[in-house]
């Protein structure tokens, strides 16, 4: 499959950059686990998605862990290029979450391609949008949202996503997503198990009462 | 002033354009306390300040607030016009926080100076940027930093902001800043008063020992 297929906006670029895209822009892949992007410490170029899971996330000082958003099948990375746009000023780190394929494009190649075209700025705009919103909401959920209900919502969403009620993962993974310690994870879950939402096992969290569960999240 | 002085890359639009802005722009004040834009509830247009400072928050169902950031004079406010931008799905409050004056730009004008202008839409694109990398600052203090220290940093910011260290803020009005309880509020400003770090009257926090709340919120 070559680029033109999965870069959004086609048919809104000229011939020659068409080309340039084509010329400059690499295929990769990349097995779960591996760290694609670390923070201001590279400038790898944006990530188009073609197959497989990303996963975007800080870190604290003290190794502490939030997942900020997934990227899918089509959509574009940004941060990974993010010497590209001066004013962001924060880190953020690219997981492969899931074995992954992907087109990268040198930084400075589509910084020409923004300056160039009003179409590739604002789509550009549209997916820091899109970003930013995901962030957002997040931001809500730890503001305002008790850690009972964000937990539940974040095993229904992981359900969702792995297509099981079956959870391959450990308290710390799950703490690592959620931007808290082991312990607060371990203590909720086995209240969940206590009340029939969830039993687990080793490494296994299996959603006894979706029902339930659902309507914590949403209370 | 002319919006002229004011439009960011004013240079960089062609004729036609700088002729539909200045057409199309309007001047407005409005005193403190008055909220410009509220959530979806209105698509009022683009906020160019010339005077004064603004205020952008985010509001619970239950109606506790916490402060995104502040717009000061040539500071641009998007999320006023965040109809202009489909894949923005968080609402923004917007008050004055000083008396100010602005300019508005309609949101239909600028979307289609950005749909024309690579320019402005990059730098948008670098406005948005800078709002996402406030947010994000202000979701890695939440998240990490323990409650003390985000205290001592507010008070430290709001002394530069006003040229004082006698801060006119009820607890209260913190509490709606920082995302919490009025009582979390008077429980740290009380053991922070017990440290000889501020001391506390009506509605007044003063400052006693700024070095010593430096290094609290460094620490």
Redesign the interface.
Known sequence: MSISQYFPIWDQLTQAQQDLLTASASKAQATKGTVLHNGSADCLGLLLVCSGQLRAY?L???G?E?TLYRLFERDMCLFSASCM??????DIQIEVEKDAEFWIIPPDVYKSL?????A???Y??????????E??????Q???KSFDKRLADFLLQESVLDGTDQLVLTHEKIANHM?TAREVVTRMLRYFQSEGLVSLSRGVVKIENEAALRQLSER
């Not at 746009?85 to 924060?90: A, G, N, V």
């Not at 962030?135 to 809500?140: A, C, F, G, Q, T």
């Open positions: 800080i604290s000082d003290e502490r939030i746009l001066q004013s962001i000023q924060f923004m300056e160039q075209s009003s590739v700025a604002n550009t705009n549209e997916v820091m949008s899109a970003r930013f919103s962030v957002m909401w997040l931001m809500e730890v503001m305002w931007g």
